[in-house]
């Protein structure tokens, strides 16, 4: 089920939101919380009921793990050896289902077999209930788990609005606020924000997203096709697709944090103005948070972080991210565009310690904001192309430039054509121009404009978000101006973008990170 589908707007959610609250404004709050298991076990298996067993049965055997790692009576070898079993038994169930027809393929490429298998769908969001189960086992391992039922750990994995796309989060997030009588007592104000929120999050993605997908999609088939294209058709696809998975993304998030926000509960931020990063070390603490914060607790600062000298730490940065890429997708596609990161990283650790001084001018933050935006604009050709063949198509197509004699940009053309440049691509025209305003319109919306939470921060949209350290760059003096306000303009806005996005809700289309 999709967020942005009709039946989950006007059906699912409504009556999920009704009958939690008639049951907890009785004081029943553990029928609650069960109903709200229930709701969310149909929600996820509405997409293939089949697949219902594999998340109840990760359940049932975390839970218990989780239990014997807490008990008092488990110490020593024997907690270490439960600790690895949970583990290991978490890759096992992902690796099968996400990594065994990847890794067949591969090896019957190399011709050493030809073992042919039937391909094995993927259930949906096995990616995040396993990692947010491992980071649970690793906290009872460490003794920091004290919450022990095992209703409120079914709506710990389970709970909807955050199962299928993230944030991946951890249960002293989480269980604390299901405890709280207060979060099954209708709240109006709740539910006046979590709406609100939630209809920001679906404009992005249904209004902003969805459009800029009919620019991206053709170019990146385009090239998978093998088909010769030029600079300025490159250009547009790998635009249209860097701002529409940020929208698609920022859009998701939106929505889960409001949906959330309805049944009276605050989900971490995941998502914060990541085109607003001045180096690529700030982009990962914006991109996907929770994920980020996975790969550096549970892999990267095991594997020894930036303890054991600048060599190993530059080791640790790149298998982190080769794992982070591999957990998007069971492609070498994804493996390169993680290596890409794990080099921007290093390099960008290794500028850091050369240059310490920091200049905060408009032009410096300008700069260090569009190299990173190219930076990751590139690795973006990657993550998106089905095959290392239709990401060098698109790159192939940028060296193909707009039809004119060479000899007319002096020695400017020569070294073009002496780097492998050609001029074989058709003459500007006024759509090449709407591309580069494209660009430039899209890049001020996400450098410029308040970002959700920084709109609603007066009400805590997210759990732990604090606003004083979060000001955008510019409109700092104006920004409160922009905040989000339980009043008739405010309403008069939200409206206007709630029938926006209503009335493009005649396709329906799958949200980016739901396919990981």
Partial sequence: ??????????????????????????????????????????????????????????????????????????????????????????????????????????????????????????????????????????????????????????????????????????????????????????????????????????????????????????????????????????????????????????????????????????????FNSPYKAENIIDFWRRWHITLSRFLRDYIYIPLGGNRKGRSRRHINLMATMLLGGLWHGAGWTFVFWGALHGFYLIVNHGWQKIWKRRINKWWSVAISRIVTLFLVMFAWIFFRAESFDGAMQILKGFTNLPHTPSENLGFIGDLLVFMGFQFNGPSISASDIKVILMFFALTAIVWFIPNTQQLFAKYRPAYGYSWRTDKPVLLQSLNRKFYWRPNVAWSVWIAILGASSLLSLSQVSEFLYFQF
Avoid at 108 to 113: A, K
């Fill in 1 to 270: 089920m999709l967020f942005n589908s009709p039946f989950f707007i006007f059906a699912f959610l409504p009556i999920a939101a009704i009958v939690f609250y008639l049951i907890g404004n009785r004081g029943y709050f553990r029928i609650a919380t069960s109903w709200l298991v229930l709701a969310s076990l149909f929600f996820y298996g509405y997409w293939n009921p089949a697949y219902l067993w594999v998340i109840v049965g990760s359940i049932l055997v975390n839970y218990s793990l989780g239990v014997l790692l807490s008990a008092s009576a488990t110490k020593g070898q024997l907690k270490n050896i439960v600790l690895a079993i949970g583990v290991v038994a978490n890759i096992l169930l992902l690796g099968y289902y996400k990594y065994v027809n990847f890794f067949m393929d591969t090896i019957n490429r190399t011709g050493l077999s030809d073992i042919q298998i039937e391909s094995i769908v993927l259930p949906l969001a096995i990616s995040f209930f396993t990692f947010q189960q491992i980071a649970y086992l690793v906290d009872a391992w460490k003794g920091e788990v004290k919450e022990y039922n095992f209703l409120d750990y079914c709506l710990f994995v389970t709970f909807f609005p955050q199962l299928i796309a993230g944030p991946i989060v951890h249960h002293k997030e989480m269980l604390p606020q299901f405890k709280e009588g207060k979060t099954y007592k209708l709240n109006h104000f709740n539910i006046t924000i979590g709406i609100s929120i939630f209809l920001v999050g679906l404009f992005k993605k249904v209004v902003i997203a969805d459009n800029l997908s009919v620019l991206a999609s053709p170019v990146f088939s385009a090239a998978e096709n093998g088909e010769v294209l030029h600079f300025f058709e490159v250009a547009e696809g790998v635009i249209a697709y860097t701002f529409q998975l940020y929208f698609d993304f920022s859009g998701y998030s939106d929505m889960a944090v409001g949906i959330a926000r309805l049944f009276g509960i605050r989900l971490p931020l995941n």
